[in-house]
């Protein structure tokens, strides 16, 4: 229950325990945790949290669970051959959807992730689609102020700039995924990926209100709150709002969960979407 955040440099209590009444010393590590965490998991097939020794074979995000599998490409290298089309998934080279369901993996939470019948998240790799593995569900009404910290996809889809720019805005239009820019440049870095769409139609700020602000388009247009996962988890807003939000309201009256893709969804994932929500 308690881990060790290098961040701020002190202990305290792991993701998703805050606010139980009790420490869950039993609670299992299951691979739905692992996946976006940890890379070339080895879980024992059947069993709930139990894995071969090691427990994964790579430590964070590798570099196959982007680019897909890496041998052809590796050997391909080393005996210096020309490049050839397949030998490795370039994702801004994908369409839209299997580009984007890249970073979905691990950034689109939803209320209830249903493994399509027959399929795992582990079945998915990079080039396919991720709706074709997975069923996402979300709710047809907000849930309240609280955020999941990996529900950016649903946030983005929900913002006016994506409903605007359409296809053509992708997660890889502002991060870079093999680097972060530094403290110091960051605020420059992303206020740059703003202006590529923005410099036709800059802020209607004033100028001494940005100024006060470093410039920061972010920090008004992104602002970080309070995640539903514990104390010491945060969230950017990705839904990118035009003015600051007071915090919502918890919904209130009917809500039913409705399927992140377009389309209805299969009744069985649905179903199983609802169990496991009543389970909770």
Request: glycine share 12%; net charge positive; hydrophobic share 30%.
């Amino acid at each position: 229950p308690v881990s060790y955040f290098s961040s701020a440099g002190k202990w305290g209590l792991s993701p998703g325990y805050a606010g139980k009444p009790f420490m869950d010393i039993a609670r299992p590590v299951e691979t739905a945790c692992l996946q976006c965490h940890a890379s070339r998991l080895q879980p024992v097939p059947g069993s709930g949290n139990r894995y071969r020794e090691p427990p994964f074979l790579e430590g964070g995000v590798s570099c196959e669970r982007c680019h897909g599998q890496g041998g052809r490409h590796v050997a391909a290298r080393g005996a210096g051959g020309p490049l050839k089309a397949g030998e490795i998934v370039n994702p801004a080279k994908l369409d839209a959807v299997r580009r984007d369901s890249i970073c979905e993996q691990c950034h689109l939470t939803g209320a209830a992730r249903v493994s399509r019948a027959g399929r795992t998240t582990a079945s998915y790799k990079p080039g396919d689609r991720l709706s074709d593995h997975l069923a996402v569900f979300v709710w047809t009404s907000g849930a309240g102020g609280e955020r999941a910290a990996t529900d950016h996809a649903e946030q983005l889809a929900r913002s006016g700039c994506k409903r605007s720019a359409g296809e053509s805005l992708a997660c890889i239009s502002c991060h870079d995924p093999h680097s972060q820019p530094a403290e110091a440049e960051r605020t420059a870095f992303f206020r740059a990926r703003c202006m590529n769409c923005h410099e036709r139609r800059p802020c209607t700020e004033t100028a001494a209100n940005r100024e006060a602000r470093g410039n920061d388009c972010s920090a008004c247009h992104m602002p970080k709150g309070r995640s539903r996962e514990g104390e010491h988890v945060a969230y950017t807003d990705h839904s990118i709002p035009r003015r600051q939000q007071a915090a919502a309201a918890v919904a209130s009256g009917e809500r039913e969960l409705k399927s992140y893709w377009p389309g209805a969804g299969a009744e069985r994932d649905l179903a199983i979407a609802y169990a496991g929500l009543g389970m909770e």
